[in-house]
C-alpha cells in the first residue's frame, strides 16, 4: 500500500548533471532503506545505490565516486545524482523501498515496493 513515483530521467549527455527523484506515499509504517536499481537490455536488474534512514550508505562499484544517494526523510523521498554520467548508464532506473513495523512477540515485518521506472539515456 505504498507508492514510488519517480521522476527525472531522460536524455543526459556524457558528462552532464542527472538528477532522479522518487517519493513514496501512502500507507506507510517506517521507510527504513530506499534505494536505485537498473536494468539495461538483455541484462538483470542490478543495484545501483541504497541508504537507510540512518543514512547508511551502499553504491556499485561500477558507480562509486560518479553516483551519490541521498535521502530526505521527512519527505520519503530518495535522490541519485550524478554530474559525470557515461553510456553504460543507460539503463531504466527503479526506485526501491523497504517498509518496515515491529511490534511486541511478533518481531518485525517487512515490505517492499518498487517504481514503475524511469528511463535515463545517457548520449551525445
Known amino acids: 500500500q505504498v507508492q514510488l513515483v519517480e521522476s527525472g530521467g531522460g536524455l543526459v549527455p556524457p558528462g552532464g548533471s542527472l538528477r532522479l527523484s522518487c517519493a513514496a506515499s501512502?500507507?506507510?509504517?517506517?521507510?527504513?532503506?530506499m534505494g536505485w536499481y537498473r536494468q539495461a537490455p538483455g541484462k538483470q536488474r542490478e543495484l545501483v545505490a541504497v541508504i537507510t534512514s540512518g543514512g547508511t550508505t551502499n553504491y556499485a562499484d561500477s558507480v562509486k565516486g560518479r553516483f551519490t544517494i541521498s535521502r530526505d526523510n521527512a519527505k520519503n523521498t530518495v535522490y541519485l545524482q550524478s554530474n559525470s554520467p557515461k553510456p553504460e548508464d543507460t539503463a531504466v532506473y527503479y526506485c526501491?523501498?523497504?517498509?518496515?513495523?515491529?511490534?511486541?512477540?511478533?518481531?518485525?515485518?517487512?515490505?517492499?515496493?518498487w517504481g514503475q521506472g524511469t528511463q535515463v539515456t545517457v548520449s551525445s
Open positions: 526501491n523501498a523497504e517498509d518496515s513495523l515491529e511490534r511486541a512477540g511478533y518481531g518485525i515485518a517487512r515490505a517492499e515496493y
Open positions: 501512502g500507507s506507510i509504517f517506517s521507510i527504513t532503506k
